[in-house]
């Protein structure tokens, strides 16, 4: 339980995908989901080389995204526990990510100015904007 509190202290953000699992990410690199009603760590995720940012949950439950200073984004299986695919592109900090709730696509948004959207089954980045260029026009 201390090292569960640690996390807790530690950590930057918490999503409930229902009500009894929860995610949590933190500056250790690592992403756990726990059983909100006992507080135990179901699994930990660990496969990002520098602090994760934010995460989603993909609208069918089985997969998580976990963004990362590391400039990548992690697909994750909630099944196996293990990354499916890591998705390279962003050349800064991904610091935001969302899924669209009616498809595959995930969005992301990084410190290189930009936001991509993904097909996550694919593993391909589909669009890029660079905000620095469409801010106010």
């Known amino acids: 339980m201390v090292l569960s509190l ?20 933190g500056a250790d690199k690592l992403v756990k989901l726990w059983d909100a009603n006992n507080g135990e760590i179901i699994r930990t995720f660990e496969g990002h080389e520098e602090g994760i940012s934010d995460i989603a949950w993909s609208s069918d439950g089985d997969h998580l995204a976990s963004a990362s200073d590391d400039k990548t984004i992690i697909i994750w299986s909630l099944e196996l526990g293990t990354a499916a695919r890591t998705l390279i592109g962003h050349t800064n900090f991904v610091f935001c990510l969302n899924y669209n709730p009616n498809s595959n696509l995930l969005v992301s948004g990084g410190y290189d100015e930009t936001v991509r959207v993904w097909d996550v089954a694919r593993g391909l980045r589909l669009y890029i904007t660079f905000l620095r260029d469409n801010l106010f026009g």
């Open 6 to 25: 640690l996390h807790l202290v530690c950590g930057r953000q918490i999503h409930f995908y229902n009500v009894s699992l929860m995610l949590f990410q």
